[in-house]
């Protein structure tokens, strides 16, 4: 794509996007969509008949571990470091439903 997308182009894009676009940004985005489209093409140019397709640029490789069981910190020692604590938690200030 050698030439520039009109700005008849941009504007629909646009609104398929549900976006309101001023003028300026139709000539702004007219550019950068353009610039857009032309690394598209340089990369439909090129020969990759002999490359596979593939899902992942990397290999993907299971990244869980088992799961197992360890001693952890005591509920009494953690609680002991908190400001407040309630019923076996911490007690923190109310967020929800509070007005900003």
């Known amino acids: 794509m050698s030439e520039r997308l009109s700005a008849?182009?941009?504007r629909h894009v646009a609104n398929l996007a549900r976006l309101d676009v001023t003028d300026d940004e139709v000539e702004l985005f007219s550019e950068q969509l353009s610039t857009i489209a032309k690394h598209f093409d340089d990369i439909?140019?090129?020969d990759i008949a002999d490359v596979p397709p593939s899902t992942h640029a990397v290999p993907v490789t299971n990244v869980f571990r088992d799961d197992v069981v360890k001693p952890s910190l005591d509920r009494d020692k953690a609680l002991a470091s908190a400001p407040q604590a309630e019923d076996g938690r911490f007690r923190v200030p109310r967020i929800l439903?509070?007005?900003?």
């Open 97 to 100: 439903g509070e007005e900003a």
């Open 8 to 10: 008849d182009v941009v």
């Open 44 to 46: 439909q140019a090129l």
